[in-house]
RNA sequence: GCGGACGUGGCGAAACCGGUAGACGCACGAGACUUAAAAUCUUGCGCCGCAAGGCGUGCGGGUUCGAGUCCCGCCGUCCGCACCA
């Protein structure tokens, strides 16, 4: 450490600061003080600066290649979270590698700004939602903006900005003249007490959350989207999406469900208000195992036999009552009622099987009837036993008795038919086609007894919502027109200001000169649509906004076809369904409708986990916040007691942060504390990036030192001199490494391995601090090979640590940001080496090693081995049977 | 019930295509510097064993010269869906 610490370490802009100093001991040649790196001071200062050069503002045109990195946008809820640090440190990490990288990345930042909460504060606080909703957004974006993120600021966009659902709902009419949007009459929750509608989440039990009266089913008329149009390309879309995670697409291929099935009618034996049953089944191998259909509580046969039936109709409102309870579904038994109805089997009519309303089966699936197999069917098994209907085994398995497997439960796997006439000894498959072959050429009265079809669980996406805070359907209903689409040039049609929240319902309702205007197309009086949209539709296309936010349009054609579709997308898998997938419909109707060029919106899909915490609670059972205990360890055993009285604390599990187990960690106290690059860092350290990653105070603690470390560093490494024609052994072994560092880095990045890079960083740290323990002349090889180093490192850390980067990097001499300069490459010859260690193994098992040259031919290598001290004493005096020598790999002898 | 993921030191984890298990970090131990503390630096740290050595990636089998990695069967944890006919 001899002349690079003579020169002025201290820049002007880093002033004293805290005034702690660190004092390097180093082997007492000479004593070297730099400042601590000040994040508090530095941090607003860079960002300033960056802002002032608008230096992530993404410019209309360019020549480089386009890279779009998006983070789910935020809802509006007030303030950030741990959650929303790491979120969005993910992708500035991608967003600042592929600048430095040469791309022209577009990375911007918005709102999800409608919806339920706004209206609740409203309630509750007296505040107007919109109020609340811009406030939230003001103290968000300040949160946002001191976490350094290079965000193009200039592009924001909220959900609820007039600008933003004008063009939702010019799309909203596009949709409708494509046939995309219709009516129709559907149910809903309904909570009679405060006189709204629930969304599903907001039943608990069978009753409002809020107001805890019983929720009825209503039917209203509402808008649908018909998402259904493209079940098919949805599903068989997701097998050209690489680049999203495995669980998604799965998860998304159940959601949409498709199954390919039978429509069969079964003429009713005794007719009465009609003439068949029609069902579905994926199973029409196992006809002859019917012994009962059912239909459900809501099926017009049902309704009818009710009519003449006090006993049925009892039977059915009990099965709509328990209906409403996703919990008593689960648990509910089986249950039927006979109608006494009959139908005659499809292949002999001689067979009549009894018609049942049973409480299981689903009025929206399929025809809402099935025809009940209990040998291979649970449901239908437990159904039959429970009112003594055969169960008749119709596949045997394989190599299994069939009669005695179904004694306690359904078998619902393949294998050889029997007992089934004509079927017998056909495998499932076979049967499935002989059935639907014949029954497709049979017909009953003058139409084929079945049809092939392929049916969907997915349905249609009704978005209509009886709510204030959403973007109002721009619809008009005219008593003698109908609905009437409103007029383009009135767009937006806005939400009124003047409302009030003190009475239930939907203000929009009750407020007369909004509600009430003139038929666009008769002139007459009539009324505007009083729903508004499913916050769902908001997020549903705002990353194709974001291309061109400012447009007369919904998107600029031309621009959105150069960004989209995003290149990552990253967010929490909680919108594993359904915002992916109404986004990927959304897409798809924005091609149809000619806004967009391409169906898919993402093209990689990143889900990150969650920030966790230990949970604490004291000995009356209530829990604890982290800032109020103080942690010990003695022998190995972790103790919480409370800060203050002492009093014990028992740690919990560690679970998600969550305001009601008070284990919440709030962003601005760790930013006022360490800083924002120790929680990026931190964020980013550890876990897998996939993975929940677990809040300590030791791991911000080990990011902090991290973070002086890399500022030291920055500082002792000598300046540059001019780069030698060779270098020795101790410089070579260096810049092995910071290549090294620097091309993992890089690959780690792309696949968002970020722990990695954390781990590739500080093994950069450690080797240049080894290397600067033993100061060479300034001029020397090894000093070259240092500053390089230096500067890797800064490099490296850059995009996970930026505000610290740049100070480091302008301590390293340099006049330009290095958020502006470009990634450097790694010398290739530095990345392979020359000699390579190899293991050797003595029947599996290591025993010694060797290094010979990269290019060794297997013969030299054997013969090295053999006599070996290490292998001679392992084998004794067995023969070497062979030795296997994998290049540049492994040596195994085999004895 | 169905579907999926995962299981590696005290802890978070790494280990490419089957090739040195435990990189890196945290915690902890020892030492240096210090009046002291913090910070920093050096050093140790899977388990058993004084050592030589042995054992070790949830458990039991298998394939292979070689298995954390592949195959079969269990066990456990987490997530998603849940009467979808």
Redesign the pocket.
Known sequence: MTGSCVRAKVRAFSRAGSG?????????KSLMTTE?YNAREAEPRWQAEWEKRKLFETAATSEKPPYYVLEMFPYPSGRIHMGHVRNYAMGDVVARYKRAKGFDVLHPMGWDAFGLPAENAAMERKVHPKAWTYENIATMRSQLKSIGLSLDWSREIATCDPDYYAQQQALFLDLLEAGLAYRRKSKVNWDPVDNTVLANEQVVDGRGWRSGALVEQRELTQWFLKITDFAEDLLGALDDLPRWP??VR??Q???I?R?E??LVRWALANPADATEIQ??????DTLFGASFL?V?ADHPIAAARAQSNPALQAFIEECRR??TS?A????????GYDTGLKVRHPFDPAIEVPVYV????????????????PAH????Y?FASKYGLPIVPVVAPQGADAQALVATHAY?GDGVMINSRFLDGMTTDAAFEEVARRLESATLGNAAVAERKV???LRDWGISRQRYWGCPIPVIHCESCGPQPAPRDSLPVLLPDDVSFDQPGNPLDRHPTWRDVACPACGGPARRETDTMDTFVDSSWYFARFTAPRAKTPTEKTVAGRWLPVDQYIGG??H??LHLLYSRFFTRAMKTTGHVGVDEPFAGLFTQ?MVVHETYKDAAGEWIAPAEIAIT?AD?V?RAAKIGSGEPIEIGAIEKMSKSKKNVVDPNDILETYGADTARWFML????PE????W?E??V??????V??VW?LANEAPMAPVEPEAFGDAATALRRISHGALARVGEDIERL?F??C??????L??AL??SL?NAPSPESDLAFAQREAAEHLVRIVSPFMPHLAEEAWAALGHETLIAESAWPKADPALLATDT????V?V????RD?IVVSREADSASIEKIVRELA?VT??IGDKPI??I?V?PQ??????A
Not at 20 to 28: I, P
Not at 328 to 334: G, H, N, R, V, Y
């Open positions: 702690l100093r660190a004092t390097l001991a180093g082997y007492g601590r495995e669980k799965t998860m291929k159940n959601w469900g199954s099935g039978l069902v579905y089944t994926t199973r029409p059912a459900a328990a209906g996703a008593a579904l689960e648990t509910a038994e089986k249950m049973a409480n299981f089966v689903l009025m929206d699936y399929g025809t809402g009837a099935i025809f009940g197999c069917d649970q449901r239908d437990d619902d049916n969907w669980r898998v909680e594993a369904i986990g360890e190995g972790r350290s550890d876990s897998p993975r929940d990653v677990i300590t030791a791991g603690e080990g990011a902090s030192r991290f002086q470390r030291r391995r722990n990695r954390v781990a590739a960083a500080n093994e740290a450690n601090g080894q323990a390579v260690t190899l293991p193994q029947n599996g098992k290591k090693e290490a004493s392992a049977r062979k296997i994998v790999r492994i040596v195994n002898v085999v």
